[in-house]
Antibody, heavy 126, light 106 residues
Framework: QVQLQESGPGLVKPSGTLSLTCAVSGGSISSSSWWSWVRQPPGKGLEWIGEIYHSGSTSYNPSLESRVTISVDKSKIQFSLRLTSVTVADTAVYYC???????????????????WGQGTMVTVSS | SYELTQPLSVSVALGQTARITCGGNNIGSKSVHWYQQKPGQAPVLVIYRDSNRPSGIPDRFSGSNSGNTATLTISRAQAGDEADYYCQVWDSSLYVFGTGTKVTVL
């Protein structure tokens, strides 16, 4: 069973760079799945940040695209998020998730998040 | 960009049926997925492709999708169903989440 675990600093200064890593265990990061980052500000809803394929292909939310980079390290079986020029509005719980997976019941590829990390809180503050 | 609208809150009596709506333009033409999120926890997928339940999700959870509204139905509501619920679609190569609904079991 695939499991995801986020790690990274819990505090980032305004105008700084937020960097998080998601370790993938129990499965291959080189499967046909896409791997995403999703965030949730305190008391608010979910926001998709972007995703990456094991080849390195990426797709980003247009609202964040100018500040976001997602990368993959297949040797370490992990993928990473980098968000630049952060402000207090970037304070949130950040989740990594599998966002494209094969469903053996419907025999279809599904664009939904079936596996999530536990999430990591990142606070932007001086 | 595509928008999904959910009621802010839904209340349901213990053992009764709760219905959570997710509104979007011609949402019936899209696949809708639903997540349950309890306080301090990551979301959990409870319905995918409108009406399919992942392994381990009770059959008390069901879904439908037609026209401009998708609906998540929780039958025989239990105290443990109290949570936030989010709908989600894939549109124009983007994942879009609904605004979220807080379900309270009375």
């Amino acid at each position: 069973q695939v499991q995801l675990q986020e790690s990274g600093p819990g505090l980032v200064k305004p105008s700084g760079t937020l960097s998080l890593t998601c370790a993938v265990s129990g499965g291959s990061i080189s499967s046909s799945s896409w791997w995403s980052w999703v965030r949730q500000p305190p008391g608010k809803g979910l926001e998709w940040i972007g995703e990456i394929y094991h080849s390195g292909s990426t797709s980003y939310n247009p609202s964040l695209e100018s500040r976001v980079t997602i990368s993959v390290d297949k040797s370490k079986i992990q993928f990473s998020l980098r968000l630049t020029s952060v402000t207090v509005a970037d304070t949130a719980v950040y989740y990594c998730a599998r966002g494209y997976y094969y469903d053996g019941i419907t025999y279809l590829w599904i664009r939904a998040f079936d596996i999530w990390g536990q999430g990591t809180m990142v606070t932007v503050s001086s | 960009s595509y928008e999904l609208t959910q009621p802010l809150s839904v209340s349901v009596a213990l053992g009764q049926t709760a219905r959570i709506t997710c509104g979007g333009n011609n949402i019936g033409s899209k696949s809708v997925h639903w997540y349950q999120q309890k306080p301090g926890q990551a979301p959990v997928l409870v319905i995918y492709r409108d009406s399919n339940r992942p392994s381990g999700i009770p059959d008390r959870f069901s879904g439908s999708n037609s026209g401009n509204t998708a609906t998540l139905t929780i039958s025989r509501a239990q105290a443990g169903d109290e949570a936030d619920y989010y709908c989600q679609v894939w549109d124009s190569s983007l994942y879009v989440f609904g605004t979220g609904t807080k379900v309270t079991v009375l």
